[in-house]
């Protein structure tokens, strides 16, 4: 990894989501700028996101972002907002010419996600999402002992993500606005099990289901999904909006990983991995610290250990058809995509 001296104005679209981690690692950051924040849709609040303490006191706001994308012309979008906005505001901002760090999923409907991908690799930007699980250092630790072969060749996986279920927006429980707590939790999911392991998903088996929240009837408070690993091992997911508000932390994030010579066992909230072999006592081993996930993409660097240019659109193609799993009560395969074959979406800056 390399970071380079260029100076890069960032604006921001929209007032959901995980804007804030993107934020909050480039505070302080010479040579990275916020020039201006716009709504992504007319009647959300950017309020919060102008008042980061990384946003100048005159950073210029717009309620339309295309015209912000117009008189503004960004280097870089951090587009976060409600869910089936994604591909359509990215696809205006890759058209615009601007490098894109996204909310994800990055689309509710394979159609949208392909359209978005062509965008993209036409225009020759680049494309990162906020898959912010990775950015932890437990789940750091965890891929760099699993992928340099402490535990063998991986042959299982069990990822868990539970989380309080708070207050939410009433598009929350609109299918065309959500997409579903497959899209929106289980891609966290599934990308603590391609991140640490470097497996992707060939087929799903999913059940979902609202058992305690019937006023937002499309937000599924249990999800449980099992999936097939590119080398023949299998996977499996819990999903769950149902953690106490009493509870000490909004997440509780673990995964557990076996292998032919060990175990990997890891939880967020601890703060350190597991390391289980037959040759020596049980390890516990401290994550230490966090490699930025989001600065070096900013200054036209990239991190090829902590994303791959084509992970978003995979993970997000396997969430799909996992949610379409839960949908028919089927198996469905996860299918190659083009961008399986080959990284079009370039993450350096030319």
């Known amino acids: 990894m390399s970071l380079t001296n260029k ?5 921001t679209i929209g007032g959901f989501g995980h804007w804030v981690c993107v934020l909050d690692e480039i505070a302080g ?39 912000m994308l117009a ?30 760090i996204c909310e994800k999923p990055l689309a509710l409907s394979t159609s949208a996600l392909q359209k978005l991908y062509r ?43 539970s989380y309080k279920y708070g207050r939410r927006e009433g598009w929350f429980g609109v299918r065309d606005m959500y997409g579903g707590t497959m899209l929106w939790v289980g891609i966290h999911a ?25 006023d937002l009837p499309d937000c599924e408070d249990c ?8 080398n023949g091992g299998a996977a499996t997911v819990s999903l769950d909006l149902l953690r106490p508000e009493a509870a000490a932390t909004h997440g509780d994030d673990w995964i557990r990983i076996v292998g032919t ?10 703060g350190v991995v597991r390391l289980l072999r037959d040759s020596a006592e049980a390890a516990t081993i401290a994550a230490g610290r ?40 089927g198996v469905e395969p996860i299918p190659e995509m083009p961008w399986s074959k080959t990284a079009a979406v370039p993450m350096r800056a030319s």
């Open 7 to 11: 100076h890069t104005r960032i604006a």
């Open 29 to 67: 950051m010479d040579g990275l700028e916020v020039v201006a924040a716009a709504k992504a849709l007319p009647a959300e609040s950017v309020d919060d996101v102008v008042a980061h303490p990384c946003v100048a006191n005159d950073v210029r706001v717009f309620d339309d972002y295309r015209l």
């Open 71 to 100: 008189t503004v012309r960004p280097d870089v979008v951090v587009l976060s907002c409600r869910l089936d906005r994604i591909p359509v505001i990215a696809m205006d901002a890759a058209n615009a010419g601007c490098d894109l």
């Open 119 to 161: 965008a993209v690799s036409t225009k020759g930007t680049r494309l990162m999402a906020m898959l912010s699980m990775r950015t932890d250092p437990v789940f750091q630790k965890t891929q760099e002992l699993c992928r340099s072969g402490a535990i063998g060749e991986v042959v299982l996986v069990n990822a868990r993500k």
């Open 190 to 214: 599934l990308d603590m099990i391609h991140f640490t392991t470097g497996q992707m998903f060939t087929s799903a088996a999913a059940v979902q289901r609202n058992f305690a929240h019937p």
């Open 223 to 230: 999800v449980a999904a099992i999936l097939g690993l590119d």
């Open 261 to 270: 010579e060990g175990i990997l066992e890891a939880r967020s909230n601890d």
């Open 290 to 329: 966090s490699r930025p996930l989001y600065r070096p993409f900013l200054l036209g660097a990239s991190d090829d250990e902590l994303m791959q240019p084509e992970d978003p659109f995979l993970l997000t193609h396997a969430c799909l058809c996992a949610r379409d799993a839960a949908d028919t009560g």
